[in-house]
């Protein structure tokens, strides 16, 4: 088994380039999967500024397999030239995908260091591609141990203190451009996905009473019944935007506000136009309208302040003895297939010595006796084998134990999933009323 990521984000890509790679591209996952390659899971991740696709590939030769696999149906979905993903979609295998998505789940890859907001989004990727039945056992595992690295990052290091996000930053840039309390501007919403509910929730700190909501999937109603604020639709949506000082974009729907439709806002203040969406909810040259303010992604991520050289240090050492730790549970995994072969020889071999003694001395205490005995010698001789085996393969030397088992014993070793169940699992003594498997 190989984990490998193929990463497009602002730190290697202009944010328009990752908005066209994560226009129509949610269900890879599914896709990749349909085909007939050596792929067992895959994960979606993607925000505002970044998207990638984690995926679990069944050995080391089949990760140019999945990769093109998971490129040609990005290609697919978003129209773009399979040259083009190629180039933009960097591919990062075992301990480096790993260490990849507990650095991003921490935040230490995010525009603004250290916001909490991807944590939640790393745990919501994991959960929809659980419901898509596209997340394999391993890719479980590391989106689990990467939420829990992501926690400890926020608990034991400054970094989870300063409450830093992407929306916190933009809305103190909307701040210096209107100097007016935040309880007497009217802000409308766009969208009612996570960004939308973290800008809601901040917004009420702040202290703004008067919020509107607007969504093109007509979510409006339902998203303001929790979290407060007036549901806009397509006929309400315009005077409400002749009203408004603040407009929030957090939808990427593909409908834009132009120019036009700001054009006869008399407006006595400021209009300032926070666009957070990916895609764009508003027409990039808007600001060219008297008293139009915008702030994009860009302006949030130059504007975004540093952190203490401690801060980032002490998160970085968190992740990274995280990483080593998962990749030692990872490397020792790898051993499983050879040592469940083992384990399914021997007790098959058990099982004729056990049968044998059933039938020359039946259901008696005698019996029961040896078989007890034999059970616990053979429980005894197998341990240190399979100690040994995950000894070998947190070093990397997996292969080298399951050649020495096919070696020794003359045994197969299969993948995992076809060898799960082993004889010592079936009911050989089933006309005798004691359960022999239970004994020892």
């Known amino acids: 088994m190989v984990l490998l990521s193929l990463v497009a984000s602002h730190s290697n890509l202009d944010l328009e380039t990752v908005a066209r790679l994560s226009e129509g591209a949610s269900q890879v996952a599914s896709r990749v999967l349909e085909d007939e390659v050596p792929v067992k899971g895959a994960v979606v991740l993607s925000t505002c500024n970044r998207y990638e696709i984690y995926v679990e590939a069944e050995s080391h030769q089949d990760v140019h397999i999945a990769r093109d696999a998971v490129v040609s149906h990005v290609a697919s979905a978003t129209g773009l030239d399979i040259s083009e993903v190629t180039s933009a979609l960097q591919t990062k295998v075992n301990d480096d995908a790993v260490a990849h998505l507990f650095s991003v789940g921490a935040g230490l890859d995010s525009a603004v260091i250290g916001e909490r907001e991807i944590a939640g989004q790393v745990r919501r990727a994991l959960i929809e591609a659980q419901a898509g039945g596209t997340a394999s ?30 929306v916190s930053v933009a809305l103190d840039l909307a701040a210096d451009l209107d100097e007016r309390e935040w309880r007497e501007k009217n802000v409308v919403v766009f969208g009612t996905g996570a960004y939308a509910g973290a800008t809601m ?29 007036v549901a806009l639709d397509a006929m309400s949506l315009g005077p409400a935007l002749l009203n408004a000082d603040v407009l929030v974009g957090c939808s990427g729907g593909g409908q834009q506000i132009s120019g036009a439709d700001l054009a006869n806002n008399e407006r006595t203040h400021p209009l300032v136009v926070v666009d957070l969406a990916l895609s764009h ?4 040259n808007i600001d060219a309208l008297d008293g139009v303010h915008l702030i994009s992604l860009e302006s949030v991520r130059m504007a975004a302040p540093a952190e203490t050289a401690d801060a980032v240090r002490s998160a970085r050492q968190i992740v990274d003895e995280a990483t080593q730790e998962f990749a030692v549970s990872l490397r020792e995994r790898s051993a499983d297939s050879a040592i469940v072969a083992l384990r399914k020889h021997t007790m098959s071999v058990l099982e004729e010595e056990l049968n044998k003694v059933r039938a020359q001395h039946g259901c008696t205490a005698a019996a029961e006796e040896v078989e007890f005995a034999m059970r616990r010698m053979v429980k005894q001789l197998l341990h240190v084998p399979t100690v040994r085996g995950r000894e070998l393969a947190a070093q990397g030397r997996a292969d080298e134990y399951a050649q020495a088992i096919e070696t020794l014993y003359g045994i197969t070793v299969e993948d995992k999933s076809s060898v799960a169940s082993s004889p010592a699992s079936s009911s050989t003594g089933a006309e005798c009323p004691v359960d022999h498997r239970l004994l020892g």
């Open 137 to 166: 056992g391993s890719l479980i595992r590391l989106f689990q141990t990467a939420s829990r690295t992501a926690k400890d990052v926020g608990t034991k290091t400054s970094l989870g203190s300063r409450g830093l996000s992407v």
């Open 201 to 229: 929730a901040l917004l009420k700190e702040l202290g703004v009473t008067n919020i509107s909501v607007f969504s093109q999937t007509g979510r409006a109603e339902t998203f303001v019944e929790t979290r407060g604020g």
């Open 281 to 284: 909810d508003f027409d990039p």
